[in-house]
């Protein structure tokens, strides 16, 4: 008998404080003005959220996730699997999601990370699809993404601009009729040297010289051809549709990784698809990474955008060069 999965239910969490770009110009304007001022006009971002020093990931995760929870009218012990996406992790080891499965009191749940940046939440949705299709103790199912990169960053760095904090959740469950369709994936490891963390792991262990010259933060080193995105959302777009037998037309939603407005303009105008069913979210929470579709996701339904019978279709895109696109029908 084929097991399907479906969404259920979506939770949201941003922390309090309120970092608007006006902040942000004022202390980085004068040793970098056009950098600023270009990032100011064009990726749509207004202002971003960052938490309490004393907070990390998995406190972002524990709040989304009991949102949705109450949504789906499930208790934490209900859970059979956590699965937490993020590239901004409490720790290198343990896994994130072990904390997250130990703060929600989770007690009956497995858990495990998906780390590939800005494509986990898609990727985890995926995975998670996929091992509750093949086993049948698995019904209940929590996929999350958050980002905490700014307290990975240095906040005198340009790139500080990007870098909301946040966690998107959903509840996948057990269904009669598919939810989840289907997912796609690409990546292009050749840019894996152009933006990220690089010090702190077995390439180059932490030191105190690595430290003291900022390696184990994160860096924008060389920045990404603008193509990248522009050439690969939809070319990815339109693999899942071949391969999962849907029309672009039939496409009431699309959520890009909510980094570039321009570029999600572009890919929209690509794909031939009006900007109306591109939802967007970075000018209220700024870029937020690992978080970011499934918190768009819940934005959207939140407002009553995403109807029942609705089809969906997410597209993650980080450093790596990783890209993940998957679809799912709302019910």
């Not at 208790?75 to 059979?80: A, M």
């Not at 500080?160 to 946040?166: K, M, N, P």
């Not at 900007?275 to 009553?304: F, K, N, V």
Request: glycine share 10%; charged share 20%.
């Amino acid at each position: 008998m084929t097991r399907f999965s479906a969404i259920t239910a979506t939770g949201l969490y941003v922390p309090p404080r309120e970092v608007h770009n006006d902040v942000l110009r004022a202390r980085l304007v004068p040793s970098t003005p056009g950098f600023i001022n270009k990032l100011d006009s064009r990726p749509g971002i207004m202002r971003r959220w960052h938490a309490e020093p004393d907070k990390v990931t998995s406190d972002l995760v524990v709040a989304a996730a009991a949102q949705a929870l109450e949504q789906a009218g499930l208790q934490p012990t209900d859970l059979d699997l956590i699965v937490v996406g993020t590239d901004s992790p409490d720790t290198m080891t343990p896994a994130t999601s072990v904390f997250v499965q130990h703060k929600l009191g989770a007690t009956g749940a497995g858990t495990f990370d998906i780390g590939c940046a800005c494509a986990s939440f898609p990727t985890g949705l995926a995975t998670a699809a996929g091992i509750m299709a093949t086993n049948s103790g698995i019904n209940n199912v929590l996929v999350a993404g958050a980002y905490m990169m700014q307290k990975l960053a240095d906040h005198n760095d340009p790139s500080i601009f990007f870098y909301g904090d946040g966690a998107g959740a959903v509840i996948l469950q057990s269904s009669q009729r598919p939810g989840y369709l289907g997912s796609t994936f690409y990546s292009d490891g050749s840019l894996a040297r152009n933006w990220g963390i690089y010090s702190g792991g077995t390439l180059e262990p932490a030191t105190h010289e690595s430290i003291d010259a900022g390696r184990t933060n994160v860096r924008v080193v060389d920045r990404y051809p603008p193509e990248v995105n522009r050439e690969q959302w939809p070319k990815i777009v339109r693999r899942l549709a071949a391969e999962n037998h849907f029309d672009l037309g039939e496409v009431a939603h699309f959520i890009f990784t909510q980094v570039n407005r321009s570029t999600i303009e572009e890919a929209m105008e690509d794909l031939g698809q009006p900007m109306e069913r591109a939802h967007m979210i970075m000018d209220r929470y700024g870029y937020t990474g690992s978080a970011c579709i499934p918190m768009a996701l819940h934005d959207a339904a939140a407002q009553g955008l995403i109807k029942s019978g609705d089809l969906v279709v997410m597209v993650g895109s980080g450093v790596g060069f990783n890209l993940a696109a998957t679809a799912v029908r709302w019910q």
